[in-house]
């Protein structure tokens, strides 16, 4: 949020003590704007009263009650105190952990107002998360809806509510509109003062659901304007184009022993049409994991090619990197292009060879990791970038790599596909090219669920595979034993496997701690069938190709996220022959970890998976500055507000377009806003990427 006029340090608030502001920053809340701009996370609806009797209906009791005794159990330090209340229906005990103090304050015979969940435990009504207040002196209780935030160890919820109603009241008045008035009169919107106050104080459901609507709207305007920008930045640059008469796609074509899919060659005529344009290219190309992005990636890069220019192939590690270095070589090389690698761990010698090779214009294609955008590697005529796995890069390297050329193509590839309402925020500045079915002669993959305690007929079953020739992946969490969790790890199960579970088999272990020459070895080995079972963490997530891997056991799956396990799944089912999976899970997973376990027996479509994923975790951070630039969203949802966001993103296209500087007199404010917010991320001006 844009508070500009709210930047005094909390302490500046009365009851804001030394113990309240440090507890405060640790939530990372400094200014009356931090506070401000920390949203309720629930609301205690109190305009109508909820007897202790009603404690079974799920809703939070709120009641007035009489504290007919004080007990204690325990010693020492852990000496608890419990309030014994009663209402009119019922009696009920408050376990008052750390809460000592209640004693005092709430003594025998007083009334007080109780609210919070209730169950019934060891015979007894009893709360151990509760609010309650003293009533004194014929006080009426409190009403209407009160806000419940999201807080800190030692920090109480009325600390936080007084504190917020006071900087409401001394600064509330300061409070500037961000959003143009014609939009807030056209979207029927509350001024930010007022929704600001709504939102934290609501007296109804209605309050509560207008102020919410305003900040949502203002939240995703913002971030559709930036949005909005880089697109037109895009549009009003024109870049000199070579010819490019197809004549290296049809070759390779010619060389394939199989056709691309339709939706392969549509991909395919999408990308060479923007290539022919005035305009850079920035695309995005999605397709669920072994769709054959990789083959279309390549037929734009020839087209770079054939028009006089390189091309730069970008993997997020030297694995998957290497990947694709084998395969494009295998592809390309014949049709007379000129190759190389490059990574951090390429030697001085053959890096300078690179380089000098790069920078007279004797190399076509290069592949390798983020050292190929490294402040000595200089293009002769970069005209494409290809980003595989983008959403492991952030905003900066993109910079780089626009600074490279003279604003090259951009086609970055995903096989975590982006769900509709991610693609209207984080990439709705770029084309997006979809690959949905799946090469010919591939079998789906069989997918079982398995408990921890099933774990040995697993095992039984891979070893039946094993023996008949063909090769097993197994997953886990962590690399070595924690302390911490008690999990299996890639080292320990890596011995037991070997030495017990399948004595006489070769079982290799590849992990990021590895050295890179290790992993190669590793990995060789097992592409290469010398070793027949390979355990590893998620390093094999993305860019292991073998085809004679038949099963893929992940053990622990509950700890995966689900596009982490539907790319693992993706790692078999390469070949022709029959692949399976097998999600090993502990018996009391999370409800979110059966929601993600379901979603993966259910269905292998990625885009299903996707949309799901984005609905068990919520939009939270979708997108960190680790991908394509932050989308920390404090109250907007956009799966449940997609209306507003498509509003939002039609605005902000509009201004964008009608006012290119934003330089109208309505928009003080909005200049002022988009300061803090330049269109290509923090630092990157002028990249467009």
Known sequence: ??????????????????????????????????????????????????????????????????????????????????????????????????????????????????????????GVIQSSAFE????????????????????????????????????????????????????????????????????????????????????????????????????????????????STGLLERRLRERLPFELTPDQDRSCAEIVQDMSGPHPMARLLQGDVGSGKTLVALV????????????????????????????????????????????????????????????????DIVLGTHALFSEDVVYKNLRLAVVDEQHRFGVLQRVAMGRKGDMPDLLMMTATPIPRTLALTVFGDLAVSTIRTMPPGRKPIVTHLATTKNAPKVYDF????????????????????????????????????????????RVGLIHSRLKEVDKRSVMDDFVKGRSSVLVATTVVEVGVDVPNAAVMVVEHAERFGLAALHQLRGRVGRGSAQSYCFLVYAEQPTEDAKARLKAMLS?????????????????????????????????ADPIGDIEILEKARTDAFGIAAADPGLLGSENTVLREVLKRAPPFGEGATGSGA
């Open 462 to 505: 891979v070893r039946k595979l094993l023996a008949e020739g063909r090769q097993a992946y197994f997953v886990y969490p962590l690399i070595e034993e924690s302390e911490k969790a008690d999990l299996k790890d890639a080292q320990s199960m890596a011995q037991e496997l070997s030495s017990k579970v399948f004595a006489g088999y």
């Open 603 to 635: 269905t292998s479509d990625g885009f299903v998976l996707a949309e799901e994923d984005l609905r068990i975790r919520g939009p939270g951070e979708i997108a960190g500055t680790a991908q394509a630039g932050a989308l920390k969203l404090a109250i």
């Open 132 to 243: 309650v207040e003293p009533l004194e002196g014929g006080q009426e209780p409190k009403s209407g809806m009160v806000p419940v935030y999201a807080l800190t160890e030692g920090l109480a919820q009325g600390t936080v509510r007084r504190l917020v109603k006071t900087a409401l009241e001394v600064s509330g008045s300061r409070v500037e509109d961000e959003l143009p008035p014609s939009l807030l009169s056209s979207r029927g919107l509350l001024h930010k003062a007022e929704a600001l106050r709504h939102i934290h104080f609501p007296a109804s459901v209605e309050e509560y659901r207008a102020a919410r609507e305003s900040l949502a709207y203002e939240e995703l305007f913002f971030f559709q304007l930036a949005v909005a920008r880089r697109a037109l930045y895009r549009r009003q640059i024109e870049i000199p184009r070579g010819i």
């Open 300 to 363: 734009a890069c020839l087209h770079a090619v054939e028009s006089g220019g390189q091309a730069a192939i970008l993997a997020p590690t030297e694995l998957l990197a290497r990947q694709h270095a084998a395969t494009t070589a295998s592809l390309l090389e014949p049709l007379g292009l000129r190759l190389a690698f490059l990574s951090g761990t390429t030697d001085d010698a053959s890096r300078r060879e690179v380089l000098a090779a790069l920078a007279s214009g004797s190399l």
């Open 1 to 122: 949020m844009f508070l500009r006029e709210l930047k005094q340090p909390v302490a500046v608030l009365h009851g804001a003590g030394k113990s309240v502001i440090q507890k405060l920053a640790r939530m990372g809340i400094l200014t009356v704007a931090d506070l401000l701009g920390r949203f309720p996370r629930d609301y205690d609806d109190r305009t109508r009263s909820i007897p202790l009797s009603a404690f079974a209906t799920g809703e939070k009791v709120h009641t007035e009650a009489t504290v007919l005794a004080h007990e204690w159990f325990g010693y020492g330090r852990m000496r608890t105190l419990k309030l014994v209340v009663a209402d009119d229906t019922a009696r009920a005990v408050l376990v008052c952990f750390n809460r000592a103090f209640l004693e005092k304050q709430m003594p025998v015979g007083s009334r007080v107002l109780v609210t919070g969940k209730f169950q019934f435990r060891y």
